[in-house]
């Protein structure tokens, strides 16, 4: 979700919202013009381009009085009674020549699949991955002696466009690969969509960084990820319903 005082002129510079109105629609809960996923699926949260006071108090009763919402990607100025709880700087990159091939020891990973997910994401700290985020997309695993090692999947699916997520291995197994083999892997099965690969990670984290832009991928944009909580009072409104 990207917020600035220009115009998008681009379907990547607010990812959530045009995932969240078009491909991922089914997924979208709305409050006027904020949209969100269920808290279980992602944090993502979408405001609209140019957000006025209306939605910002829309972003609020969405949230909750004084509740943390999510602002990733959104780069604009908060209300003043608002309170920023945390920024760091992020990327997002795009495919700009990446080698996309099928991998023979990545496997489908399916709803029986989440606790080894859950538990492989709070061992390596890849970024959000919920209960329900394996909805949003194909996501692959390599597993040795049974137990998973490496994952990665689909999270924002933009019309064109699919994000490459919750990239991660067991520290045990880091420098064999596996990473670069996933990454590949999920691009094959995007690109034979049709569409092209893009992902997103923190501006610090240089050695993930360096990976992609080996693999292919170049820098598009500078974004931030950050959070902010909600006033404790609220005005009345409209309620919150699906999108679809």
């Keep these: ?4 005082a220009a115009a998008t002129s681009h379907v990547l510079d607010n990812p959530a919202l045009a995932a969240l109105t078009g491909p991922h629609a089914r997924f979208a809960e709305r409050r006027g013009r904020v949209l969100r996923y269920p808290v279980d699926v992602s944090p993502w949260l979408a405001l609209p381009d140019e957000p006025d006071a209306r939605d910002w108090a829309d972003a609020a009763a969405l949230a909750g ?34 080698v996309a091939e099928p991998d023979a020891e990545a496997v489908p990973l399916g709803p029986a699949d989440v606790p080894e997910m859950l538990d492989l994401v709070a061992r390596t700290q890849p970024g959000p991955f919920l209960p329900r985020t394996i909805e949003l997309g194909t996501y692959l695993g390599i597993r040795r002696d049974g137990a998973l090692i490496a994952m990665a999947g689909e999270r924002l699916h933009p019309p064109g466009w699919t994000e490459i ?6 520290p045990e ?60 009072h609220l005005a009345g409104g409209r309620a919150a319903v699906p999108v679809a």
């Design 165 to 170: 997520s919750a990239v991660c291995t067991d």
């Design 173 to 232: 197994h880091r420098g064999e690969g596996l990473a670069t083999r996933l990454i590949r892997a999920v691009a094959h099965g995007i690109r034979e969509r049709g569409e092209t690969p893009f992902l997103h990670t923190g501006a610090q984290n240089t050695n993930a960084i360096r990976l992609y832009e080996s693999l292919g991928f170049r820098l598009r944009r500078r974004t931030a990820f950050g959070a902010a909580r909600a006033p404790e």
């Design 65 to 98: 009085p004084g509740a943390e919402v999510p602002l990733l990607g959104f780069s604009g100025e908060v209300p003043e009674d608002w309170e920023i709880t945390f920024r760091v700087e992020g990327v997002q990159l795009v495919d700009d020549g990446l």
């Design 1 to 4: 979700m990207a917020g600035s």
